[in-house]
C-alpha cells in the first residue's frame, strides 16, 4: 500500500468557493479511483486560500488484471449495432462468442502500476472539477490555458514517497514535488516526500491547511483577546468561515472604534464591520457593543501587528462616516412619506399600487386575528 499526496497551488481562490471545491475534488478522486480498479482506504482533502490538497491513503500499487464478459446485440442484428458494440467493447468479430443467440465479448484488462493511472486521473481533475466562475490565463508560449478558478502555479505530486513527475501542457506546468510557504513570512520552496512531511514543513513555513483548525485558532485568539479587556466576541458562525478561507496564517489583532461613532444604531454599526470589512463585533457584559472590533491579519508585523491596527481603523473609520453620513440621510425622511410613495408604484397592473395591496393584506391579517402591532412586534423580533 502507499501514499499519493496532490496539491494545487494556485493564486487566492475565493473563500465561498473553497468548501465545496474541497468536497468536489474529493469526490472525482474516489469516483475515478474506484473506476481504474484502485483500491484504498479513504481521500482527505485540504483547502486554503492559495491551494487545493488531496491525500490518498492506502492506495494499492497495482491494478488487477479483470476479465469480464459483455453481452451484445442478437445474431443477425443490424450491421450498425453489431459494429458498434464491436467498438465499444474493443473486439473482433471472431474473437465473439456466439450463445443463445446473442454475440458476447470477453473482455480482459491488463494489470496496470498505479503511477501510471494516476497521470490521466490527476489531468481529468482540470475538466472535471466545476467551479461557480473561471478564468483563463496566458501560458509562456502564447496559447490560452484550461479554465480554473484561479491560475495554477505549480501542482505537487508525490505517490509512494517518490515525485511522480508528468507534464500538464493545458496549464504550461510538469508537476514535481515543491510547494511554496506562506506568500509574505516563508514564500521559500519546499520539497516534501509525504503528507506527514508536507504539514509539517508547511506549519513551519507559516501555511494552517486545515480549514476547522484556522477556524479554531481564529476565535480562540479573538476570543483571549477580548477576555482580557472584560469583553466577548459575538458569535458569527458564517463570517468565521469565510475568514478563514482568507488567511493562510491567521493571527488575530483588536483594534478601537472611535468614540463618535458608537451613537449609530447597533445593527449599522456591526453591518458595516462584517459585511465590508470581516471584521467580528465585540461586546460588553450586557451584549451592547463595545467600542472595539476584532480583525484577522494574514501576516505578523515587527511591530506585534501596532502599524496593521492602525490601518485596519482608519479604514473603518472611513466605512463608518460613510455609513453616519446615510443614516442622518434616511432618519430625515419619516417612515409615514415613504408609505405615502406607494401610491405612486404600480404593484401589478391589474392588481393596483403597493398601498392598494398594502390595504388588502391588512384586512387579510385581520380576517386571521393577526394585529398590526403584533405583526411589527414579529417583524422586529424576526430582525
Known sequence: MAEFLLEIFCEEIPARMQMRGADDLKKILEDDLKNRGLSFSCVDTY??????????????????????????????????????????????LDSCEQRDGYYYARIETKPQQTQDVLPEIIQTIFTKLSWPKSMFWALEDGTKSQSWVRPVRSVLSVFDGHPLSFDLPMLGLRTADKTQGHRFLKPDVIEVSSFADYKATLEKA????????????????????????????????????????????????????????????????????????????????????????????????????????????????????????????????????????????????????????????????MSQGITEEETRAATHAKD
Open 206 to 365: 507559516f501555511v494552517i491547511i486545515d480549514h476547522p483548525t484556522r477556524q479554531t485558532l481564529i476565535w480562540e485568539g479573538l476570543e483571549a483577546l477580548a477576555h482580557q479587556k472584560g469583553l466577548t466576541i459575538r458569535p458569527d458562525e458564517g463570517l468565521l468561515q469565510e475568514v478563514a478561507g482568507l488567511v493562510e496564517y491567521p493571527v488575530p489583532l483588536l483594534g478601537h472604534i472611535d468614540a463618535q461613532f458608537m451613537a449609530l444604531p447597533q445593527a449599522v454599526l456591526s453591518t458595516s464591520m462584517r459585511v465590508h470589512q470581516k471584521y467580528f463585533t465585540v461586546t460588553d457584559k450586557q451584549g451592547k457593543i463595545a467600542p472595539y472590533f476584532g480583525v484577522i491579519a494574514n501576516t505578523k508585523g515587527a511591530d506585534g501587528g501596532v502599524k496593521m491596527i492602525t490601518g485596519y481603523e482608519r479604514v473603518l473609520r472611513a466605512r463608518l462616516s460613510d455609513a453616519t453620513f446615510f443614516f442622518e440621510q434616511d432618519v430625515k425622511v419619516p417612515l409615514e412619506d415613504f408609505a405615502n410613495r406607494l401610491t405612486t408604484i404600480i404593484f401589478q397592473a391589474r392588481l393596483g399600487t403597493l398601498t392598494q395591496k398594502s390595504a388588502r393584506l391588512k384586512i387579510l391579517m
Open 47 to 92: 483547502v486554503t486560500p492559495r491551494r487545493l490538497v488531496a491525500v490518498v491513503k492506502d492506495l494499492i500499487k497495482a491494478t488487477m488484471g479483470t476479465t469480464e464478459e459483455r453481452r451484445g446485440p442478437k445474431v443477425g442484428a443490424p450491421e450498425g449495432a453489431i459494429q458498434g458494440f464491436l467498438k465499444s467493447a474493443g473486439v473482433t
